[in-house]
């Protein structure tokens, strides 16, 4: 079972840009596929973009695409999601998501200011 810290989340302010990163450890990070989802407030919990445990295949909602990008660094059992163009629809409780099976990060806040 795979462990998820988030972390790199704070405040920009829009058309800025950062980078999550989510740190895994337990079983071996390459057997998992990685995604971000979000919860904005008052929100459901949406997804972001996730990318295969091969690297080859990469998914983005359709309000991030061409803004962020997800990508994995099996060495180092990280995945990271670099924001860039950031705008204030974007401010939300960022999660690292592994699976299948299931497994959460704790979130880390993005605020972006108009």
């Known amino acids: 079972q795979v462990q998820l810290v988030e972390s790199g989340g704070g405040l920009v302010q829009a058309g800025g840009s950062l980078r999550l990163s989510c740190a895994a450890s337990g079983r071996t990070f390459s057997n998992y596929a990685m995604g971000w989802f979000r919860r904005a407030p008052g929100k459901e919990r949406e997804f972001v973009a996730a990318i295969t445990w091969n690297h080859v295949v990469t998914y983005y909602a359709d309000s991030v695409k061409g803004r962020f990008t997800i990508s994995r660094d099996n060495a180092k059992n990280t995945v990271y999601l670099q924001m860039r163009d950031l705008k204030p629809e974007d401010t939300a409780v960022y999660y690292c998501?592994?699976?299948?099976?299931?497994?959460w990060g704790q979130g880390t806040q993005v605020t972006v200011s108009s």
């Open positions: 998501h592994a699976g299948p099976p299931s497994t």
